[in-house]
């Protein structure tokens, strides 16, 4: 997890996209990324993230494909 200060929805993408490249050991538009917050303060909220490479997440999806499975989520 990781805290940032409390910012405006429309800011938060920004924000949590900064603080991931400075973690991150690829590009960031070689990931596919989502957070969510899991605690909000009165000058803070905490929020954890997931981060993994493109490549490997494409990997399931076409084996998935390939065995006729439909991924829901």
């Given at each position: 997890?990781?805290?940032i200060?409390?910012?405006?929805?429309?800011?938060?993408e920004?924000v949590?996209?900064?603080?991931i490249?400075?973690?991150?050991?690829?590009?960031i538009?070689?990931?596919?990324?989502?957070?969510?917050?899991i605690?909000?303060?009165s000058?803070?909220?905490?929020?954890i993230?997931?981060?993994?490479?493109?490549p490997?997440v494409?990997?399931?999806?076409?084996?998935a494909?390939?065995?006729?499975?439909?991924?829901?989520?």
């Amino acid at each position: 997890s990781m805290t940032i200060p409390n910012v405006d929805a429309k800011d938060l993408e920004e924000v949590t996209r900064i603080e991931i490249e400075q973690y991150a050991p690829l590009p960031i538009d070689e990931l596919y990324i989502d957070w969510e917050i899991i605690h909000k303060g009165s000058t803070s909220q905490q929020i954890i993230i997931v981060a993994t490479p493109k490549p490997v997440v494409d990997s399931r999806m076409d084996l998935a494909k390939i065995l006729g499975l439909n991924v829901v989520s």
